[in-house]
């Protein structure tokens, strides 16, 4: 069975398997997992395990195997652990070097452009350029356990799309008081969902959903009980998306801020987990 360290050197937490569904049986395509807390050896650090693995799950199990050895060796510079793999897809941290960065840059700048009649590519080239100095801003100044960037690739080595990053998602930790006042008042900060993007030639292959489940397990990891995220209002097929993986609609901009031209309304939507005892 794979076992795959977590990246965040402040905590004992261990993933155990690459594929995993919190507290729920989701059918042949996955296994039953479950969350304890760790309590021999001297540690509370929080432990996911596998409490069976089916025949479709033992390649992303195996490649995760193999990636632990790399490290062990020396091979990669960078641990790399597998938050979730299934639909055919594995999401991890991104790996912080150059042509990784550019390449989730380029992903999420694809997905948020907006095409213009006149000089198209060099409003996109500029675009680009911005999205990816601001993830280099946030991947150089953010702790390893306040912001990550979650980044999808095909669990198997598809003629299409192989060695290729198909998904991106930022997660941070965040205290806004226009969502902390949508939380119980113990809560002081919640997960900040962010920044989903998804190849163009990719979509609607579950990407998306498997982006959200790794954010649930970062949560976990993390030990925070509530993800925020925003929607535009009239993006029927994002709510949806958003309402399926468990968030809920909790507020909405005022009327008067769609009266900005270019402005669309948005909806605050909240999602809570369970975290383990």
């Known amino acids: 069975m794979a ?4 990246s965040n050197p402040n905590t ?23 969350v304890r807390r760790k309590t021999n050896g001297g540690g ?5 395990q596998c409490s069976s693995i089916s025949s479709s799950e033992l390649s992303c199990a195996d490649q995760n195997v193999k990636v632990q050895i790399e490290n062990g060796s020396g091979k990669l510079k960078q641990q790399i652990e597998y938050l979730v793999c299934e639909y055919g897809w594995r ?32 409003f996109f080239q500029f675009f680009q350029a911005e999205v990816l100095s601001g993830l280099l801003y946030k991947l150089n100044n953010s702790p390893p356990n306040r912001y990550a960037c979650l980044v999808a690739e095909p669990a198997k080595n598809d003629t ?15 205290r806004d008081q226009n969502v902390l006042q949508h939380l119980p008042a113990e809560a002081e900060e919640y997960l900040y969902i962010s920044g989903i993007a998804v190849s163009k030639t990719f979509r609607r ?11 649930d397990m970062l949560s976990i990891l993390w030990g925070f009980e509530f993800l925020a995220l925003r929607a535009y209002e009239e993006d029927l097929g994002a709510r949806k998306l ?6 809920q ?5 005022p009327p008067w801020s769609s009266y900005w031209i270019g402005r669309k309304r948005r909806v605050l939507m909240i999602k809570r987990t369970s975290l383990p005892k």
């Open 249 to 253: 609609v909790v507020s909405r901009d």
């Open 160 to 174: 299409d799309s192989s060695e290729q990053l198909v998904g991106v998602i930022d997660v941070t930790v965040l």
């Open 3 to 6: 076992q795959i360290l977590a």
């Open 44 to 48: 509370n650090g929080l432990v996911l």
């Open 205 to 215: 292959r579950k990407i998306a959903t498997a982006l959200l489940k790794a954010c």
């Open 91 to 122: 999401v991890r941290r991104l790996i912080e070097n150059a042509d990784e960065i550019k390449k989730a840059a380029q992903v999420q700048a694809e997905a948020f452009h907006v095409p213009v009649a006149l000089f198209n590519d060099l």
């Open 242 to 247: 958003y309402a399926n993986a468990g968030y």
């Open 12 to 34: 004992s937490h261990k993933l155990i398997c690459s594929n995993f569904a919190y507290g729920v049986t989701t059918g042949p395509r996955n296994a039953c997992y479950r």
